[in-house]
């Protein structure tokens, strides 16, 4: 496969995050969106948009799944992992600078938002609970 690019752009369409193009292997990245994001988390949205571009595929869950492996190959902490997969399944309204969603919004989300939170929750529990069994080791 030929090298993947990665592009920073001033911003994308529709207040886009990131984006892929794949007749070319280029993956374009929001400067306005993702300049406060930390490195790990950042890791973690690359890798989810490489996952479209090497697998070939428009299926957001099996990249969202690529992307958890190979961000904990590359060293992302797993829970840095977890909160990033938790926010790109909230890309349907992104909030702003990719902050997690907060109680009020939560209160009026739709169903698919609340069970994404919840989602996330439990993952945020078992990154936990693993590092606390890891350093038991």
Known sequence: MDAIKIKWVKELP????????????EIYLSKKA????????LKVIINHEKAHLI?????????????FYQSMYEGVELMDTVKAISRILNFENPPEGL??????????????VKDNWRRYN????????YK????KK
């Open 122 to 129: 439990q993952q945020v529990e078992r990154a936990k609970q």
């Open 34 to 41: 993702l300049e406060k994001v930390p490195k790990n988390i």
């Open 99 to 112: 902050k997690t969603v907060n109680i009020s919004s939560y209160l009026f989300a739709s169903e698919k």
């Open 14 to 25: 529709q207040g886009g995050v990131a984006s892929t193009l794949p007749e070319k292997k």
């Open 132 to 135: 606390l069994w890891r350093a």
């Open 55 to 67: 697998l070939n595929t428009t299926n957001e869950e099996l990249c969202d799944c690529w992307a």
